[in-house]
């Protein structure tokens, strides 16, 4: 690597100068297939524009944020990703005592050391041209669960989550320019690993260069205290719903987005109550909780004015 020889020969300006370079335009990772023509390319995060509270390793293929805090974890793609190449992502670390989770979405503002990214994806970096980021309701992003995004020629946020169903997440974004994907680890997503990319065409299917085999997703990481029927930092829950009037936006479940079967606090009752912002995301018992405690809807922060009724399926 050139900046090992420059230390190694202790010529000192010619490093400075390289850091420099390097800092403002971090290396992208190196292709792992020889340059086959049925390779999209290497898939990683952005090194050189991540959150203030992330940390990058597996090759920057893993991004990790801090333990203290719910916020501060936006990274981006290492490159532009296509259109209809689907991203495959799994979620690493899971703290239920936060309140929301993973947002996904796309930009065409290139990632840049310059001007690092906001503390939260919504509504810092969706109120900002040239972004395009919603958020992906809490049953979507549990523990272990792998997630496949991309963009559509028709300008579509996509998701396919649990039980392979595919989900519009998003609209209007601009596929006329170059996109990076953004992931915004935020709430109970505290950590995710890229599983690579892959797009499907007439003839063949182009994927992104292969990676070594993940390891075991480690619930040991991970706190798990709703599951386990136990109160964890209830100030964190409170913490994270301590947010401005923007993120409260959504009044309605996102664009062609399924109802959620099971209840997103507990995860394990049916959700059978249905909340004034249209979400049916709450078992009874949670929905009693969240009312008197929080006053607001779980996925969507929408105020509980009133429940419009409880379904038995």
């Known amino acids: 690597m050139y900046i090992d020889s420059l230390i190694q ?39 050189g524009s991540v959150g203030s509270r992330v940390s990058l390793s597996l090759g920057a293929r893993r991004a990790e944020r ?43 503002v290139p990632p840049s050391p310059a001007a690092p ?3 939260m994806a919504i509504p810092d970096l969706a109120r900002m041209p040239g972004y395009w980021v919603e958020l992906v309701p809490v049953v979507h992003a549990a523990l272990g669960t792998e997630l496949q995004f991309w963009v559509d020629s028709k300008g579509r946020g996509v998701i396919k989550g649990c039980g392979g169903l595919r989900y519009v997440l998003l609209e209007g974004v601009d596929v006329s320019q170059k996109l990076w994907a953004v992931i915004d680890m935020y709430g109970q997503t505290r950590a995710v690993l890229l599983l690579g990319s892959e797009k499907k065409g007439k003839f063949q299917i182009k994927r992104s260069c292969p990676t070594p085999p993940p390891p075991p997703v480690s619930h040991g990481d991970s706190c798990l ?89």
């Open 117 to 119: 990214p906001a503390a």
């Open 66 to 108: 801090a333990r203290s805090t719910f916020q501060n974890g936006v990274v981006f793609s290492s490159r532009p990703v296509k259109v209809e190449e689907r991203i495959r992502l799994r979620v690493e670390i899971c703290d239920q005592h936060w309140v929301g989770a993973l947002r996904l979405g796309f930009t065409a």
């Open 9 to 47: 020969s202790q010529d000192v300006h010619s490093l400075q100068k390289a850091m420099i370079s390097w800092k403002k335009d971090p290396p992208s990772p190196k292709h792992g297939c020889d340059g086959r023509r049925d390779c999209l390319g290497p898939l990683a995060f952005h090194t």
């Open 225 to 313: 205290c709703i599951s386990k029927g136990r109160s964890c930092h209830s100030r964190h829950i409170a913490a994270s719903l301590l947010l401005p009037a923007t993120e409260k936006r959504q009044t309605a479940p996102p664009t062609g987005l399924h109802l959620e079967k099971d209840c997103s606090v507990c995860l394990s009752a049916r959700a059978r109550v249905t909340l004034s912002c249209g979400h049916r995301c709450l078992c009874v018992s949670c929905a009693a909780r969240v009312a008197e405690e929080f006053g607001s809807c779980p996925l969507c922060r929408g105020p509980i004015i009133g429940i419009r009724g409880m379904s038995d399926g």
